[in-house]
């Protein structure tokens, strides 16, 4: 593993996900008994802030930013209602950002959200007493397919989504009778292509981790479980004996799929400052 740079943030900042030429973070702060969420757009060369964008009056849950079209989508909890909305943040004709209403799910709560190399938006949606759904759509917003969880998983809470190169779909979950991370692989019909049963427990969080198709689980001390893109196990590894502060949500590690980096927010106690630190995988994993 390399870190490739790092960066001091602001102290309100709370997560992180990039495209190839901005930096997206998202602030929390508290004002008069109210959390107040804002989103700021770096330059990802010079750190430069291009723009401070406030969640009024919301609840943000999932960003994920796209390199296709250069955009972010933001899934936003109304403070009156469980129902959240996408949201894309994205620049105009003027190059000034903006964040306009982009898909509205109606089924039920959106769950998880991320997007696949190749630009498609990936929605896990749940309501209770329905079959989950995941819903794929194109660049553009229009639903591209849509694949019927089989309710027998039992699952209690979802921790990501993925698309892989070929179609597939990868869920990490926590099932009811069980702590321990598991991750499944289906294809576009829901058929179970391949399973893995974690030794990482619940409070961990899955994330894409190269261009390669493999995956990472990290719990909350910074270990990491290395998989491949079949869900073999390639071996443990940890980011703070390697020099990466602690992260301060693990949600919202975010990996750049077409510079092959993956960017997260952590804490450095010498400095007591937020540290934007970027890191990528080795092209061989060694054990």
């Given amino acids: 593993m390399k870190i490739l740079r790092e960066v001091s943030m602001n102290s309100t900042i ?9 930096i997206f973070t998202l602030g929390r702060r508290s004002h008069y008994d109210q959390t107040v969420h804002t989103i700021h757009v770096y330059d990802i060369s010079t750190h430069d802030v291009k723009d401070v964008i406030p969640l009024k009056d919301s609840d943000p849950a999932w960003m994920a930013a796209c390199n296709v079209a250069n955009c972010l989508y933001v899934g936003l909890r109304n403070k009156t209602s469980s129902y959240l909305s996408v949201f894309r943040i994205s620049r105009d004709a003027e190059q000034k950002f903006t964040m306009s209403p982009w898909i509205q799910d109606h089924r039920g709560c959106i769950s998880v959200m991320s997007v696949s190399a190749n630009g498609n938006l990936i929605i896990l949606s749940v309501q209770t007493g329905c079959p989950h759904v995941v819903s794929i759509y194109n660049a553009n ?16 809470s979802y921790m990501s989504v993925i698309q892989k190169s070929n179609g597939n779909v990868v869920l990490a979950y926590i099932r009811e009778q069980s702590p321990q991370v598991e991750l499944l692989e289906i294809d576009t019909g829901g058929s179970i292509v391949r399973q893995y049963h974690s030794s990482m427990r619940e409070g961990s969080y899955v994330n894409s981790a190269d261009a390669h198709g493999r995956i990472m ?15 073999n196990p390639l071996g443990t590894y940890s980011l703070l004996e390697n020099g990466i ?43």
């Fill in 14 to 22: 709370c997560s992180v996900t990039t495209t190839k030429d901005y």
């Fill in 217 to 231: 689980i990290t719990d909350q001390t910074g270990g990491i479980e290395l998989l491949d893109s079949e869900l």
């Fill in 245 to 287: 502060h602690l992260f301060e949500d693990l949600r919202y590690t975010g990996f750049n799929g077409e510079m092959n980096e993956i960017a997260c927010i952590g804490f450095d106690k010498q400095s007591q400052v937020k540290v934007l630190t970027v890191f990528r995988f080795a092209e061989e994993w060694t054990i």
């Fill in 141 to 156: 917003g229009s639903l591209q397919h849509e694949i019927m969880l089989s309710p027998v998983l039992n699952v209690l």
